[in-house]
């Protein structure tokens, strides 16, 4: 009785041998998928249970089930095919796009059904054998994070698979989630009450560390060199003068710590007002009632 579960737990563990080996050489990973591509894996094999159809019949069958826009139909027969030929790339990007196909009844099983098409997505990958099927597979991939609206993993995503091969739409695409989600001056803040008054920017991601020159990408009307210090997701320009205005530019290319730099430039024109009045003792006082 023991013998299949051992039998089992055998191929689970090679198979999660033989995919961290081959993740090991691939550019992207992620652990959260490297963990769940072991688990999809396995469980579509238990699913399958002794498939005995070849992968052209079942290639056939899927063919026909999308035709006619049986999707669960074509999920069924890619799920058996990835049994039948777990090491072709191509089986497992066709079965996540169909699995993206599905409507789920409701947010969880939508959530769970994209999560399985990302997993699918990330087997592909793995298992390329070339740029183009990499770019495929880390383009559906990225299109699962947006459906999440998981913005970072998915503009990085797509931009990995833009750098394998560049298609002009994917391009498209990705420069307008940029726009709306990358890396982007969110606001800005005065610190007019502290002795050395200060204008602070935050941005949407960290910003590099410590030793990068933010200089040329900050100019002041009247300063030769402002003062700078960034930290975490902040630019701040230091040492100001209370009652002063200050004409900012911040400049296209200022870079950040996810590989993405400021789109396009931003203008300011700042007062930095008084510190606002108060009072306090120089030493023990005292406020006596009337």
């Not at 051992?6 to 998928?33: G, I, N, P, Q």
Request: positive net charge.
């Amino acid at each position: 009785m023991l013998a299949p579960v051992r039998a089992a737990l055998a191929a689970a563990l090679l198979a999660a041998a033989c995919f961290s080996a081959s993740a090991a050489d691939k550019a992207y990973h992620r652990d959260e998928l490297a963990d769940a591509a072991i688990k999809l894996e396995a469980e579509i094999k238990r699913d399958s249970g002794a498939v005995a159809k070849p992968a052209a019949t079942l290639r056939r069958e899927a063919d026909e089930a999308l035709a006619r826009q049986d999707v669960r139909a074509a999920v069924q027969a890619l799920s058996q095919l990835s049994t039948v030929a777990p090491n072709e790339s191509g089986n497992w990007l066709r079965l996540g796009r169909a699995v993206l196909r599905l409507s789920g009844r409701d947010d969880r099983e939508r959530a769970a059904l994209y999560e399985r098409a990302a997993t699918a997505a990330y087997i592909a990958y793995q298992r390329a054998g070339n740029g183009g099927e990499e770019a495929e597979s880390l383009a559906l991939l990225s299109r699962t994070f947006e459906n999440r609206k998981l913005w970072r993993p998915a503009l990085d995503t797509l931009r990995l698979s833009l750098d394998l091969r560049e298609v002009a739409e994917l391009r498209a695409q990705y420069e307008t989630m940029r726009a709306d989600y990358g890396f982007r001056l969110l606001d800005y803040s005065v610190d007019s009450d502290a002795a050395s008054p200060r204008i602070c920017f935050q941005f949407s991601e960290d910003l590099p560390g410590k030793r990068t020159d933010f200089s040329p990408f900050i100019a002041v009307a009247g300063m030769d060199k402002p003062a700078l210090t960034a930290a975490e997701k902040q630019l701040c320009l230091e040492g100001l003068k209370h009652g002063d205005r200050y004409a900012v530019v911040l400049r296209p290319g200022l870079p950040s710590s996810v590989k993405e730099q400021l789109a396009k430039s931003a203008d300011f024109n700042i007062y930095v007002r008084d510190r606002k009045p108060f009072v306090r003792f120089t030493g023990r006082a005292y406020v006596l009632p009337r």
